[in-house]
């Protein structure tokens, strides 16, 4: 198994304890799917900065692109990544009805979900070394 998958999975899994502990405080004053919006971009910022400094050091290194053009890239790709991930919670809140500590753990499948979507553009796009022409 590749070395970085795993880094990035650790990272992850530090970013699921910022998702949820945000998710949990935000939850308890306002409505749940604003608390989601805000809980996922706290954990876009820690993931970026971790994922940055561990699992793509090497290629961070190498790489001539700006760090607030990386940092909007990394934001962008887990917008992008995020697609599946809130729309999965959706689906399970609005469908199960859910309510309370059933419907903040809804968040995990959709997390799992997108997680290979955001390896895959953090690996090619966003840590990618730019070629100069």
């Known amino acids: 198994m590749n070395i970085k998958y795993i880094k990035f ?19 308890t004053f306002m409505p749940l799917f604003g608390a989601r919006v805000f809980a996922f971009f706290f954990a876009v910022n820690s993931n970026w900065l971790l994922n940055r400094s561990i699992t793509f050091k090497e ?31 959706w689906l399970l809140v609005s469908s199960l009805s859910l309510t309370g500590s059933a419907a903040i753990m809804a968040i995990i499948p ?11 553009l953090a690996e090619r796009w966003v840590f990618a070394k730019q070629v100069n022409r």
Not at 110 to 120: D, H, Q, T, V
């Open 110 to 120: 959709g997390i799992i979900f997108g997680m290979l979507i955001n390896y895959f």
């Open 9 to 27: 999975a650790c990272v992850g899994g530090i970013g699921f304890i910022v998702d949820l502990s945000a998710m949990i405080v935000f939850s």
């Open 59 to 89: 290629q961070q290194l190498e790489s001539n692109t700006g760090l607030f053009q990386e940092w909007s890239k990394f934001l962008c790709s887990s917008c992008f990544g995020s697609i599946p991930n809130l729309l999965c919670y």
